[in-house]
């Protein structure tokens, strides 16, 4: 070939577009085959739906398989779509579920109050079986109790419903001898291989029988069912056959793929009632009279029991959470209560409370034994019967420490530390600082005047203040003590300061003199003489300070 030549041809190539021309043009006819396709799709979708379900059933996984997707995703998207017709169809259900318990409680009731319903009740006392179930079987006119699937070529049982699973029997079993019977009576008769039984019957019950080409259906039914009845065996067994197709032809004895069929087999699960309702007389019968005094009775009994129930209840409640009161033993009866337990002497009385309730004196017979609660409250009121504080004086009780804390003698917060230790849950007796501070304070040691002799009172005061020393140094912590030494205004001031720091000085001796422990305690007292330039007077006083 020429160079011209293949210049040419090159030429037209890059005119043409090449392979790349070829492509386009491909390009080009599934564009408009994919045109021409959307525009008859829809109506080829109508008219196949129209024609049969053969596009649905195709069409179903796929829209599963989406349905899911989208929920994984974003499930609030499906909740909102549905929310506008889940609602009224949950509420319809309720309705209806609550009209039906309403109609199954009526008719019970009417059954239970009626010469029959009597008889059933004593049925059911003597057989052992609820009450309910007695009604239904002499009320039934049909009931299918169990259903059973069956491979119709290995007899194996593909899946079993039953209305009551405590009275089930062992499904396998019932499998394999419908499949023997079956057997048998195609072997004996001499019948032909597609020929099958439709029914058995075994005293109360019959066995219905219905079978497509790979399954059969098999219910067992209590009483006298109407041939209808077969029309809902057969479209059930219709459907498994078309919906399990492919699992029954790859079946090899897995019957777990089967379990989407128990929704269609409990739809097999009928029963109907005879509502037909009892012939009736007048409103005043004999038996209707006496259940209308009987049912007076019983309201009346029932309305006092249960008054009675809520005060009793209230009354106990009461008095446990009483202080000082523990209830041990309740005894309910029918005109007279009894009560045990125990009773600290200073808690409220139980019978006090009982009239709060409605009970009489007479209605509640009342035992209880004295003991001593240990809560703070009753410690107190022990502590301030036994201690009888002067006023001013104030207890208090906490973690086993009774406190007196307030202005009283010396003598006083002796004697109380001497008995706190006998009242129950007391470990430890405290005296406040503030209590003996005033005390102390409060007293004056006097002397004669002109001279530092003590008058008989002031040796008195000075041994109770020397008490009271001794008690404010167990107490404990950091005190101090100034003795002021006072004259009167007859001497010349040199003659008053002298003879009040002597007076200081004399009390500060017979402290120390009387009290050892005191004694040791030296620093924390100190002696001062203020001549008549404070309380003119021919005595001595003190100054506490707490820190």
Not at 25 to 43: A, C, M, N, T
Not at 230 to 254: P, S, T, V, Y
Not at 523 to 531: I, P
Request: with cysteine; charged share 25%; aromatic share 8%.
């Amino acid at each position: 070939m020429s160079p011209t030549g293949s210049k040419k041809e090159q030429a037209n190539s890059a005119v043409n577009g090449g392979s790349s021309g070829n492509e386009l043009g491909e390009l080009r006819k599934i564009l408009v085959q994919s045109e021409q396709v959307g525009e008859v799709l829809p109506d080829a979708l109508r008219e196949s739906a129209r024609r049969d379900d053969r596009l649905a059933e195709a069409t179903l996984p796929i829209v599963e398989e989406n349905i899911r997707q989208s929920v994984q995703r974003n499930p609030r998207i499906l909740a909102e779509a549905i929310f506008p017709i889940i609602g009224p169809a949950i509420r319809k259900a309720i309705s209806e579920a609550l009209a039906q318990m309403i109609q199954s409680l009526n008719q019970t009731l009417e059954r239970s109050l009626s010469p029959q319903g009597l008889k059933w009740r004593l049925e059911a006392m003597q057989t052992g079986k609820p009450f309910a179930e007695v009604v239904i079987l002499h009320s039934l006119i049909y009931r299918v109790e169990q259903v059973f699937l069956i491979h119709k070529e290995t007899g194996i049982l593909l899946q079993h419903v039953a209305l009551n699973a405590a009275e089930t029997q062992d499904g396998e079993m019932v499998s394999a001898m419908l499949t023997a019977i079956q057997d048998f009576v195609r072997d004996s008769f001499k019948t032909s291989d597609d020929a099958t039984l439709d029914s058995l019957r075994v005293k109360d019950f019959s066995i219905w029988i219905e079978n497509s080409p790979d399954a059969i259906l098999a219910a067992v039914i209590r009483g006298n069912a109407p041939l209808t009845l077969r029309e809902i065996f057969l479209e059930a067994i219709e459907r498994i056959q078309f919906e399990q197709e492919n699992d029954f032809q790859k079946f090899k004895g897995d019957t777990t793929v089967f379990e989407d069929t128990k929704p269609v087999l409990q739809e097999c699960l009928q029963m109907r009632l005879d509502e037909k309702s009892e012939p009736k007389g007048g409103i005043f019968t004999p038996f209707n009279v006496l259940a209308a005094v009987l049912g007076v009775l019983l309201v009346v009994a029932g309305f006092f029991y249960i008054r009675d129930y809520r005060r009793w209840s209230n009354y106990l409640d009461r008095l446990r959470h009483e202080p000082g009161i523990v209830v041990t033993e309740a005894e309910r009866g029918f005109f007279r209560h009894e009560l045990s337990g125990l009773r600290d002497p200073l808690a409220v009385a139980p019978e006090s409370l009982a009239g709060e309730y409605g009970y009489a004196p007479d209605d509640v017979a009342q035992n209880w034994k004295p003991f001593q609660d240990a809560a703070p409250e009753f410690v107190l009121k022990r502590a301030e019967k036994l201690l009888a504080p002067p006023p001013g004086v104030r207890l208090a009780f906490e973690n086993g420490a009774l406190t007196a804390d307030g202005p009283a003698p010396a003598a006083w917060f002796a004697e109380a530390q001497r008995l706190a230790p006998a009242l129950a849950g007391v470990t430890e007796f405290r005296i406040g600082a503030g209590g003996l501070k005033q005390s102390i304070e409060a007293q004056t040691i006097g002397f004669g005047c002109g001279t530092t002799e003590l008058t008989a009172d002031g040796e008195k005061a000075l041994a109770a203040a020397t008490a009271a020393f001794e008690l404010l140094s167990a107490a404990g912590g950091v005190w101090r003590v100034e003795i002021e030494g006072r004259a009167d205004a007859s001497g010349t001031d040199a003659a008053n300061a002298e003879i009040s720091r002597a007076r200081a000085d004399k009390i500060l001796a017979e402290i120390f003199a009387k009290s050892e422990k005191l004694k040791q305690n030296r620093q924390n007292f100190s002696a001062v003489g203020t001549g008549a330039g404070g309380a003119a007077e021919c005595a001595a006083g003190f100054h506490v300070y707490l820190e």
